[in-house]
């Protein structure tokens, strides 16, 4: 999957605005807690189009910034993210899954759909 130019600079914008403009004009800490974030993990999956590694990272860093006796970013917003991203994690696994399974199958039947259509197309011609 090759990537276009005006998506990586939407990223790079993307990243920018969460590492530089939200903090700086950030007049509510728990509103620029769920932005920083959210603009990061679409900066990062537009510039790579890697969702599974997105994802991951995302379940991960937001599993450890969880706090239950925290505001309500980090006691209810984080947890929310890293079990979401999570469970898309997973459902990405499973479809790569299914799909490596199915490419499996074809190519281990691909050579007998060529004989029994050989057979067909020659018992076609002796008739």
């Given at each position: 999957?090759?990537?276009?130019?005006?998506?990586?600079?939407?990223?790079?914008?993307?990243?920018?605005?969460?590492?530089?403009?939200?903090?700086?004009?950030?007049?509510?800490?728990?509103?620029?807690?769920?932005?920083?974030?959210?603009?990061?993990?679409?900066?990062?999956?537009?510039?790579?189009?890697?969702?599974?590694?997105?994802?991951i990272t995302t379940a991960l860093l937001a599993g450890?910034?969880?706090?239950?006796?925290g505001t309500w970013v980090s006691a209810g917003f984080y947890?929310?993210?890293?079990?979401?991203?999570?469970?898309?994690?997973?459902?990405?696994?499973?479809?790569?899954?299914?799909?490596?399974?199915?490419?499996?199958?074809?190519?281990?039947?691909?050579?007998?759909?060529?004989?029994?259509?050989?057979?067909?197309?020659?018992?076609?011609?002796?008739?």
């Amino acid at each position: 999957m090759t990537l276009s130019p005006h998506r990586r600079i939407t990223g790079v914008i993307c990243l920018c605005a969460g590492l530089l403009v939200i903090p700086a004009y950030a007049r509510f800490p728990q509103l620029s807690g769920v932005l920083i974030p959210l603009s990061l993990i679409a900066g990062a999956w537009l510039i790579t189009g890697a969702g599974m590694a997105v994802a991951i990272t995302t379940a991960l860093l937001a599993g450890l910034a969880s706090d239950r006796s925290g505001t309500w970013v980090s006691a209810g917003f984080y947890p929310a993210l890293a079990i979401s991203a999570g469970v898309l994690a997973v459902f990405l696994l499973a479809r790569r899954f299914r799909q490596r399974i199915q490419a499996t199958r074809d190519a281990r039947w691909a050579p007998r759909r060529g004989i029994d259509r050989r057979r067909i197309d020659s018992q076609g011609e002796d008739e």
